[in-house]
């Protein structure tokens, strides 16, 4: 009996975050819609399509071949991060789990961190981090 009325509470807190999701999804799609059906439709002149710089006019034209290299460095950065707030909780929270189920602990770190080095080995063949040599 304990164990169903246990099922039940942890059940209870997942039910509150899919309500929180679509909350979340009703609104941000009620805003788009919104914004579609209230938005006003202006003409495209061409003093608005035109670029404003401090209010003068710009000296040379915007090159439109950017070094995408920030902003592969910002993409690598943040799955690294990312990488780092995973592992960090769970080296605080499980290190008493780990005496009760070892095999399901490690077990599942060591396959989040295997995919995580397919995506770096991944990353390596494709040259994404040939930016440290530039």
Not at 14 to 32: C, D, E, F, K, P
Not at 113 to 134: P, S
């Amino acid at each position: 009996m304990i164990a169903d009325m246990n099922a039940v509470g942890q059940f209870d807190q997942y039910l509150w975050l899919g309500l929180l999701l679509i909350v979340a999804v009703i609104i941000t799609a009620g805003m788009v819609v919104m914004s579609f059906i209230l938005g006003q439709k202006g003409k495209d002149t061409l003093v608005k399509n035109s670029p404003y710089e401090c209010g003068i006019e710009p000296l040379k034209p915007i090159p439109s071949n950017l070094a995408i290299k920030y902003n592969r460095v910002a993409m690598l950065f943040v799955i690294f991060d990312v990488d780092v707030l995973f592992f960090y909780p769970w080296a605080v929270v499980y290190r008493d789990l780990l005496k009760e189920k070892p095999v399901l602990i490690l077990g599942g770190m060591f396959i989040f961190a295997g995919i995580l080095l397919v995506g770096y080995i991944y990353g390596y063949k494709k040259r994404a981090f040939d930016w440290i040599n530039e």
